[in-house]
């Protein structure tokens, strides 16, 4: 368990352009982590800022491409990030298979700077269970606006056809369950 606290964190750097002129990125965030009891309740607030030029695949500097698993889609390059989480760990000593469940609830959001865009909100219910090295985490998202929790439908020829975190053009409300087994040793 955390410690109580509020903590921040600040980040500044140079970007190195591909066939673009370079730019420059800041963030800086803010964390509250309360516990009472077996109750966690954390939340933060977060500034994002990416300057960059308009030579962009989009034609603008208010999206920038970022990429994950050999797949690139654009963020938006200026907005807040607020998010919340509440837990409850709930240990499990009359089960000799299972040492704790920790049932969670977060949400968070991009509200993003551009008028143009849709800002991009996500929710979470959840369980993270532990036995020994083994944590299995359950949980079912509901998001309009990020591409990994479902894009059934969207139109990626298009930047208003597809619900992301850049434009979210779409601005559709999608859910995906989730069920990730990890061992940690």
């Given at each position: 368990m955390e410690k109580n606290g509020v903590y921040s964190s600040y980040t500044h750097g140079q970007l190195d352009g591909t066939g673009v002129d370079d730019?420059?990125?800041?963030?800086?965030?803010?964390?509250?982590?309360?516990?009472?009891?077996?109750?966690?309740?954390?939340?933060?607030l977060s500034r994002y800022e990416y300057r960059i030029d308009n030579a962009t695949p989009w034609g603008n500097d208010e999206l920038i491409p970022m990429g994950a698993y050999d797949f690139a889609w654009p963020i938006a390059t200026k907005a807040w990030l607020p998010a919340i989480t509440v837990s409850y760990l709930i240990n499990t000593d009359t089960l000799p298979w299972l040492d704790s469940v920790l049932p969670y609830l977060e949400w968070s959001s991009s509200e993003k700077d551009s008028g143009s865009f849709n800002d991009?909100?996500?929710?979470?219910?959840?369980?993270?269970?532990a036995s020994g090295g083994w944590y299995i985490y359950s949980d079912l998202a509901y998001s309009d606006g990020n591409t990994f929790i479902g894009n059934r439908g969207d139109d990626y020829s298009r930047l208003d056809g597809i619900g992301d975190l850049g434009a979210n053009g779409n601005n559709r409300w999608r859910y995906r369950f989730n069920l990730n087994l990890g061992y940690y040793f």
């Open positions: 730019g420059e990125h800041w963030a800086a965030s803010g964390h509250l982590v309360f516990n009472v009891d077996r109750f966690t309740l954390k939340a933060q991009s909100q996500l929710f979470i219910a959840g369980a993270a269970w």
